[in-house]
């Protein structure tokens, strides 16, 4: 197959002479218009192993040795020396918009067409997926065309180029740098390759060229056809027409041709349009939650009533409207529960096959999110093909992002051709879709002329949905000037958006395109963001940036990535040993934004961060309130749906380890209804603090979760806890000795004070970490100032046994700019000892990682059973979707493998715990109240020390944190810290818990 013996483009091949790479008023050459008309069934796949050469710049000559890439693939990931690079705003060269720099990556691409004989007559069409920047085509080197747009597919008419039943030399030159990437800033990798299909289709010559359906939720279906010819005839043939059906049930019609040019032989190849109006009646509306789709045919048919082109395509009879504030759908003022997806995969970078998408979107489904913007980017077409079936409501947005450049370049003449043709060609691919409900012109690009021509152009094509972008609406929320129909900021500040909403100045909805950074251990506060958004009229919701961690896999030894060739290399967010998540600077790039490019609710293997539980239950359809007389009242959280898809079953968990279980029956509910319903057990009179929980699971299988799938589990607390009495002295001695430190043969490290943690991406870049630092929380030096040994004395009177009574240390943790008091007294208690303990802060510590002790035990213990949130990590800010119950897992299992090391595996409104080895004592730990808990293999400083998994060590002991006081994570990496009633506040606290060993 390999044949150097073709000839490559010569210098004066028109393609390369052009120069398009630095031409931006050049969109496309050759290129045909974008449409809605699925060509992929029937198709000829072009995937595969292509001959692969990598130019170092685009005019240089072809000739070298051939190796072999990957369709779809980026060259990037496989074995070439240009490697994977991540800027986040900065631009990867140093050239001012159009300019591309002179070493500039260009992959050629080769190899044989064999055109089926049976396609003589057809005309055949070229479809390249996706291009990273710009495409050139050639047929046995002669210039067929030229397309940009990183992320949209383009297409070339073959007829007559290619011989059917023959062999041609297709060659596709992928240049990666040029004038395009200027508009292609945004935040992820750089790559290069054909990263989407490649494939080939022939149709009649008197084809559809074009169906634009509108299906309304009363049943009213309009279809617009449009008919074109390849060449030759300038009129449709007599007796043509076009017929319909939805389901097999074939749709009356008034299907005349308009516009036909019979009459007029200087019209071009557009010969006509056909109408199909029908109502259906009775029909099912399409909506997130009840995705009904009808399949739509809708065929063009010869004088005879053959059948000379074919559409189909699923559509969903739904409306999309704003009223006054708020965004409807199908009447109804949803909440947008959403997601900002990138395509992304850890072994090919950028490609994503059907399979990865669907598990993409079943995942998000079942963690109750209902929408996804596109950023920043149209995706493949087959994403919005998973998000009409599943239920997503899909913000599309254009590929246009020039952050690095954005003022010159929104009202620069020269970009205005790439603005509309990127907008519109998206639009004209996806108008179809009914989760499609908001068109988005791009990402931080600024805002100019070239948006508002955009803008324009969407608003005549497509007047049934609304049109957003940030940028536009950054210029004034309620500014009905500009190109937004939504006030979309991003990472605007709760307060800020209910003041919004309360300000009666509010005129469009308000959604959030980017919220609750995900970089790292995250999401702080994202309870309370909805807690106001489902009160407050006027917010609706907003989009969580976002959902992958892009780290891409690579091996250690070599520092290359895996590619195609490593699947099955990884598992629960920790890449196999030799193997590590690559971020940014990992390929050697020396400009690089680090590990920002891992801010997702899932891990590179798609596994969910702890995150994604705490959206599951904000999202949760049905909700649980107490009802102080009535026993507990259940809600319907759905726009949509009854409970009918339902069903559950109730736990009970006492604070004296009994769980209660059986099953639930869930009352019809309309959407919005709320009924009473009696308390399902009888609660026993003892066992102390209480809580119900209603496990939710899915009834009958959905096309996203198979029956008896959690969806939520809401919960609520039935009784209080027994405050912890005052210790009851007993038992043998505590041995402390003369610096104050316990001694225990469980204990490898005596329990010491700890103001510090491992600090998180949002704490390091949210700018609380480097003050961490300054303060010297991070290397506290402890001082002993008193270890004072009182002769004890029990409740009861007994007099204590010889050297037997409380043990109170006094000591000194000073900072650079400031001395903590620590006051800890030691009781021996039955089994055990009790810690009382009080730490004062000085005014300089305003804000402190955490109050509370941190021990260190000897090795073995390997298993933790905890009373209290769980079983994932959990935090103060984000505590929601962890519910209080009794939880074991293994210690291993508790850390949280976040990319780059940080604070993790932390567990919130835990009350108690146990930490066993095989066959050997176990420790139980007793606290006075909830508190925050961790129990790790690794120190504070150990997670510091390093910046990627590999090269932590395990310690053979736990490293166990009891919190008096921890701050909440906010999302400060980028957007708002965590809120006031999270943080750590100077001045007196105190804690109490009990150690025994069992
Ligand atoms: C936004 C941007 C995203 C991403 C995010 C930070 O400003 O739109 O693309 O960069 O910030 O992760
Ligand atoms: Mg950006």
Excluded at 750 to 756: G, K, R
């Amino acid at each position: 197959m390999n044949d150097p013996s073709i000839p490559g483009p010569r210098p004066a091949d028109p393609l390369i002479a052009l120069r398009p790479w630095e031409a931006p008023e050049v969109t496309s050459w050759g290129r045909l218009p974008m449409n809605a008309v699925d060509r992929r069934t029937g198709a000829l796949p072009l995937d595969g192993d292509w001959r692969f050469q990598l130019l170092p710049a685009p005019d240089a000559p072809v000739g070298g040795s051939w190796s072999t890439a990957y369709v779809p693939g980026a060259w990037t990931v496989q074995g070439t020396d240009d490697l994977p690079q991540y800027t986040n705003v900065t631009m990867p060269f140093r050239a001012f918009p159009p300019e591309s720099p002179a070493a500039d990556p260009t992959g050629v691409y080769e190899r044989e067409l064999d055109v089926p004989a049976e396609w003589a007559g057809r005309r055949i069409v070229l479809q390249v997926g996706a291009a990273e920047s710009v495409l050139l085509v050639h047929v046995d080197g002669r210039p067929v065309g030229v397309s940009k747009d990183s992320h949209l597919a383009a297409e070339f008419d073959l007829t007559g180029v290619v011989r059917p039943g023959g062999r041609s030399v297709l060659r596709l030159t992928v240049v990666k740098w040029s004038d395009a990437t200027h508009i292609e800033d945004q935040d992820h990798w750089w790559h290069g390759g054909i990263t989407r299909s490649v494939l080939l289709y022939a149709t009649d010559p008197f084809r559809l060229a074009d169906v634009t359906v509108r299906a309304r939720r009363d049943g009213d279906l309009r279809v617009d056809c449009q008919v074109r010819n390849a060449a030759g005839d300038r009129a449709l043939p007599d007796g043509w027409y076009v017929t319909g059906d939805l389901d097999g049930e074939p749709l009356a019609q008034d299907a005349e041709f308009d516009r036909l040019n019979t009459e007029d032989d200087r019209v071009s190849d557009f010969l006509g349009e056909a109408r199909i109006h029908a109502t259906v009646s009775g029909v099912r509306t399409w909506n997130a939650e009840q995705p009904e789709l009808y399949g739509l045919t809708v065929r063009l048919h010869r004088a005879d009533g053959t059948v000379a082109d074919t559409s189909y395509q699923r559509v969903g009879f739904r409306d999309v409207e704003i009223v006054g504030r708020d965004l409807l759908v199908n009447g109804e003022r949803v909440f947008v529960r959403g997601v900002n997806r990138h395509d992304f995969h850890p072994l090919t970078g950028r490609t994503v096959s059907y399979d990865d998408m669907r598990a993409d979107l079943v995942l998000l489904k079942r963690f109750g999110f209902n929408a996804i913007r596109t950023s920043h980017y149209p995706n493949d077409p087959a994403l919005y093909d998973l998000a009409d079936e599943l239920g997503f409501y899909v913000v599309d947005e254009a590929d246009i992002e020039s952050h690095d450049h954005a003022h010159e370049i929104a009202d620069d003449p020269r970009y205005l051709n790439a603005f509309v043709d990127r907008v519109s060609r998206m639009v004209l691919r996806d108008k179809n879709h009914p989760s499609v409900i908001i068109w988005s012109l791009g990402n931080e690009s600024d805002y100019g002329a070239n948006h508002d021509a955009a803008a324009g152009w969407v608003r005549r094509h497509d007047p049934t949905r609304p049109l957003q972008y940030e940028g536009a609406a950054k210029r004034g929320w309620a500014d009905p000037d500009v190109a937004s129909d939504i006030a979309c900021p991003m990472y605007a500040s709760l307060e800020d958006c209910v003041a919004h909403a309360l300000s009666g100045e509010q005129t469009k909805p308000l959604i959030q395109c980017e919220y609750s950074h995900a970089m790292g251990n995250s999401n702080g506060t994202l309870a309370d963001h909805w807690a106001a958004i489902e009160s407050t009229p006027g917010l609706q919701g907003g989009f969580i940036w976002e959902f992958w961690d892009h780290g891409i896999l690579q091996r250690v030894s070599d520092g290359r990535p895996v590619g195609r060739a490593g699947a099955g290399l990884y598992d629960n967010g920790v890449a196999a040993p030799g193997h590590r998540w690559a971020y940014g600077g990992d390929f050697g790039e020396a400009l690089h934004d680090g590990a920002f490019v891992a801010d997702g609710i899932v891990f590179p293997d798609r596994t969910p961060k702890p995150a994604m539980y705490e959206h599951r239950e904000i999202a949760a359809p049905v909700r649980i309130r107490c009802l102080r007389h009535e026993g507990i009242v259940l809600a319907n959280h759905q726009h949509f749906r009854g409970f009918d898809w339902l069903t559950g079953s109730w736990e009970l968990a006492l604070a004296d380890g009994r769980t209660l279980t059986g099953p639930a029956v869930l009352p019809e509910l309309c959407p919005g209804e709320t009924a009473a319903v009696p308390l399902p057990f009888e609660v026993p009179a003892d066992g102390g603090e209480a809580w119900l929980t209603l496990r939710v699971t899915v009834a009958e299988d959905q096309a996203w979760a198979p029956a008896g799938t959690e969806i939520c589990a809401p919960q609520i607390r039935i009784r209080a806890a027994d405050p912890l009495g005052p210790p009851v002295p007993a038992g043998p001695a505590v041995e402390v000795d003369d610096e104050g430190l316990l001694r225990h043969p469980l204990l490898a490290a005596a329990p010491v004070l700890s103001l510090w943690r491992a600090p998180t991406d949002n704490d390091d870049l949210g700018g609380i970490a480097p003050r961490w630092r300054a303060w010297g929380l991070d290397r506290l030096v402890r001082k002993v100032v008193s270890v004072r040994r009182d002769g004890g004395r029990s409740e009861t009177g007994v007099p204590p046994a010889e050297g037997w009574g409380t043990v109170t240390v006094l000591a000194e943790y000073a900072g650079t700019v400031g001395v903590v008091r620590h006051r800890q007294e030691f009781t021996p208690v039955e089994g055990g000892v009790r810690v009382d303990e009080s730490a004062e802060l000085p005014p300089e510590f305003a804000d402190v990682a955490r109050v509370g002790s941190v021990f260190e035990t000897v090795a073995g213990f390997d298993l933790l059973e905890w009373f209290g949130q769980g079983p994932w990590e959990s935090y103060p800010d984000r505590a929601a979707g962890a519910p209080v119950g009794h939880h074991s897992l293994p210690v291993d299992e508790l850390f949280t493998p976040y990319l780059r090391p940080q604070e993790s595996g932390g567990r919130h409104g835990v009350r108690r715990f146990t930490l066993s080895a095989p066959d050997a004592a176990g420790l139980a730990v007793e606290l006075d109240g909830p508190r925050q808990v961790s129990v790790s293999r690794y120190r504070a400083e150990d997670l510091t020390a390093v910046t990627h998994h590999d090269e932590l060590v395990p310690r053979a002991g736990c490293v166990v944190h009891i919190d008096a006081a921890h701050r909440g994570l906010g999302t400060a990496s980028c957007g708002p810290d965590t809120f006031p009633s999270y943080l750590v506040a100077p001045g007196v606290h105190r804690w109490s818990w009990t150690l025994r060993v069992r």
